[in-house]
């Protein structure tokens, strides 16, 4: 058995998103250097379908995000693989994917000055009523203790702001482009995802490159013929940029509700041979490649979110 772990954002603090959630990158350094103490990694060389021994970390990294680059030059000084799945929407476009924009919003506001924003769009706001709604969902995010505390606070509003990027998308881009002027915007995605140059030096790096869907949607809510389109453009735009085939694939969000028996028949007709998924236990080599469970990072040592003291 393997543990597989997931990261997302890996950087230092930015004044200009003071409520931002990350992991230090001095605190994934930490964590790396403990994990190396415990078991060992994969190494750049190994060959996947060869080489997965027991008792190996795995490490996966989400979202195409600028800040990976320096997180696999750190890798491949120290000879551990890294998987890294990209979205594609923001190559072929240029712009935020709904879910950063997002991100972002939350990182530069707290919960009072998110509720006046709120307000401005008319989106209605009741604590007390609904913070118990999604405590059945979120509960793992949520403060048990104090239910209108700053954080459950934060899960609802981002909760409520999610459920419109799926329902009316056009809210969440003049909600961002309200608190985010052109200038601003510009200058936060040049330093934001990676681009194409970046991709192909992570290839030569000696990292793996998988997909993780064009939009980055929850697959199981399109049709089959929106799963196959989304599916099918992410992989091709990796696969154009690297001149070659794109045999890994990451679940959006993950969970066993984010896909369906549709998705897998996709991803197949694709030769995907690996595709991993968010699941909190150890992966058992022979089981089915097409849910490889993931820990994330913040469940070992030195991996939760940086506060500001």
């Not at 994969?42 to 008792?55: P, T």
């Not at 992410?234 to 959006?252: A, G, Q, T, V």
């Not at 993950?254 to 968010?278: A, E, Q, R």
Request: hydrophobic share 35%.
């Amino acid at each position: 058995m393997s543990k597989v772990l997931m990261y997302h954002y890996i950087r230092n603090f930015d004044k200009s998103l003071p409520y931002f959630n990350f992991l230090h990158l001095s605190d994934f350094k930490k964590q790396i250097n403990y994990l190396e103490k415990k078991e060992s990694f994969f190494r750049i060389s190994d060959d996947l379908d060869k080489n997965f021994i027991k008792n190996k970390f795995l490490l996966t990294f989400d979202d195409g995000l600028k800040e990976h680059l320096n997180v696999a030059k750190y890798l491949k000084k120290k000879n551990i693989l890294g998987f890294f799945f990209i979205p594609s929407l923001q190559l072929e476009k240029s712009d935020f994917l709904p879910i950063h924009k997002i991100h972002l919003l939350f990182g530069k506001y707290n919960s009072d000055e998110l509720l006046d924003i709120y307000n401005k769009f008319k989106i209605k706001v009741n604590f007390n009523k609904n913070i118990y709604s999604i405590f059945r969902n979120q509960k793992k995010f949520l403060d048990k203790k104090n239910l209108i505390s700053e954080n459950n606070k934060k899960v609802y509003l981002k909760t409520l702001l999610n459920n419109f990027d799926q329902k009316n998308p056009r809210l969440v881009k003049q909600i961002f482009d309200y608190c985010f002027n052109k200038k601003n915007q510009k200058d936060i995605f040049k330093n934001f995802y990676l681009n194409f140059n970046d991709i192909k030096i992570l290839n030569k790096l000696g990292m793996k490159i998988g997909a993780h869907g064009h939009r980055h949607k929850v697959l199981s809510k399109l049709t089959n013929n929106q799963q196959a389109k989304d599916i099918s453009k992410s992989i091709n735009i990796l696969s154009s940029i690297l001149n070659r085939d794109i045999k890994f694939f990451c679940y959006p969000y993950g969970g066993f509700k984010v896909f369906n028996k549709h998705t897998i028949k996709i991803l197949k007709m694709k030769n995907i041979t690996y595709t991993f998924n968010v699941e909190s236990k150890d992966w058992v080599i022979k089981s089915n490649n097409f849910f490889v469970p993931r820990y994330d990072c913040n469940e070992f040592k030195y991996g939760k979110i940086f506060k500001i003291n």
